[in-house]
């Protein structure tokens, strides 16, 4: 089993839409999350981090953890051109700092 | 946020040569950690770069082929050894910043021909 599971897509959504993206998780004892965008060429870039149960709001973007179900979603609103990209969720393993990354979701917004 | 100097941002090199990537971070941190990512695949952790101590390296890879270097808390390198074609991949540099969250160098991109 992988540690941190994706759907590798690609999502497509029109503009304007909301895009949601799903990831699993296997070690019960992470304590961090965090969702990376990747553009074609470039290395990731942080754009949002959840450590509790609950949402996390930040302008567009959404994240929702659910630790029970080992679960952890993006959700992006009013989804623009500029948002095609591949997203990647990472994980914090409890006790030792070591990031584990997901195989990434490639989104592509229509205009 | 760290600031994460790496360096070459991309190489070309023939097989059975060696590329030393470098790696700068503008504030002092315990960890350092390597990624690879090979095309169209998510990052492999490679190995966590530890000052004062030797590296400690994950499943599947190894010192002899990517020995790394970490002199001070500011600064380490990751030397790809006797390349082979299979070794073309972006290689990153990481911190784990204040609230656990990992930052990224710009990355090189290694093409082995």
């Known amino acids: 089993q992988k540690e941190v599971e994706q759907n590798s897509g690609p999502l497509s959504v029109p503009e304007g839409a909301i895009a949601s993206l799903n990831c699993t998780y296997s070690?019960?004892?992470?304590?961090?999350f965090f969702w990376y965008r990747q553009y074609s060429g470039k290395s990731p870039e942080l754009i949002m981090s959840?450590?509790?149960?609950g949402d996390q709001e930040d302008g567009r973007f959404t994240a929702q953890l659910n630790k029970a179900s080992q679960y952890v979603s993006l959700l992006i609103r009013d989804s623009q051109p500029s948002d095609s990209a591949t997203y990647l969720c990472?994980?914090?393993?409890?006790?030792?700092?070591?990031?584990?990354f997901g195989t990434g979701t490639k989104l592509q917004v229509i205009p | 946020s760290a600031v994460i100097s790496q360096k070459p941002s991309r190489d070309i090199c023939q097989r059975g040569t060696s590329l030393t990537i470098q790696c700068q971070v503008d504030?002092?941190?315990?960890?350092m950690f390597w990624y690879r990512q090979q095309p169209g695949q998510s990052l492999t952790l490679i190995a966590t770069?530890?000052?004062?101590?030797?590296?400690?390296?994950e499943s599947g890879f190894v010192i002899d082929k990517f020995p790394i270097s970490r002199p001070n808390l500011t600064f380490s390198t990751l030397t790809v050894s006797n390349m082979s074609p299979e070794d073309s991949s972006i290689y990153l540099c990481?911190?784990?910043?204040?609230?656990?969250?990992?930052?990224f160098g710009q990355g090189t991109r290694l093409t082995v021909v």
């Open positions: 070690d019960r004892g992470s304590q961090s």
């Open positions: 770069a530890n000052q004062g101590s030797e590296a400690t390296y």
């Open positions: 504030s002092q941190v315990t960890m």
């Open positions: 959840i450590y509790s149960n």
């Open positions: 990472a994980v914090l393993s409890g006790g030792y700092q070591k990031v584990t």
């Open positions: 990481s911190v784990v910043g204040m609230n656990t969250e990992a930052f």
